[in-house]
């Protein structure tokens, strides 16, 4: 059974991760298109949290903003995931070293575990909080945590490369 | 005064010299300024979809443009005074940076296109079914222009 860190060398040796990583312009191509697809992400994720914290929108439903803002945040998701999977399997050896690599993995399950979470509890009474400015504590704490933990995958996305 | 002087004068200032001396003063103001942009793209993206009939269908277009000023002004406020940080890192190799001068010549168009969109449709336009041919056009034109600003932004650290 190989390890992580063999599985990481092996794939850093392919082509495919050498084309990625030596290659003038595929790299920084691809890593414009992953900063403008976690801006697609978080700038329409933040317009919801921002509406769980009745700080825009207040006169509109929650469950109208999410139908709304969700097909945008996803097609960001998809941007993002397929990019930041290039990237990754570009640098897939120095990244396994790599401390702010490591805490933007964790940090994206969190963010993921967040709305979960947020759907499982809170958010099954959506119908008796969708008019209200102040919505429930529960959907307030689910809002600041999405922000704080993007912001956070932000910040450690761009330390990825401070720290190489 | 030229802008290669005004340049030269940035570099000296205490800003200038403060931004080229420190070492994680560049990486703290960029991840401020990246911050910002994830702000500011959502709130211009759903503004611009607003107004091509793409999102928000059912709310005003004056309700939309509103309510997200705040958002996008203070998005580029915000980005202006970072972006002016990373710049004094080194003003006069900024001058001579392709990718730079064609960030700053697009981000002064769109700066222009979108805030005179935005703000005549949260306080000047009448509520149509449907947008003008006008109002389209400048959404396509301040969409394509954010988009290659970021490009070129990407784009200054490679040339």
Redesign the interface.
Known sequence: MPSLLQICQWIYNTHFSTAIRESVYLFPIVEGIHTLGITLVVGTVAVLDFRLLGIVLESVPVTRIARQVLPWTWTGFSVMFVTGLLLSISESATNYYNWAFRIKLLLLLLVGLNPLIFHLTTYRSVSKWNLATTTPLGARIAAACSLALWGGIIVAGRMIAYLH | MSLLAFCHWVAKTHIGIAMRDSSWDF?VV??FH??A??????????VD?RLLDL??K??PRRQIAR??LP?TVGGVVAMVVSGYLMFANGPVRYYFNPAFRLKIALFLLATVVHFALQIWTAYRSSEKSVSTLWSRGASVASLLLW?AI??AG??I??V
């Open positions: 990486a960029e991840i990246l911050l942009l994830a702000i500011f793209g959502g709130a211009v993206l759903l979809l999102a928000f059912d709310l309510e997200f958002f988009f970021g490009l990407r784009a650290g490679y």
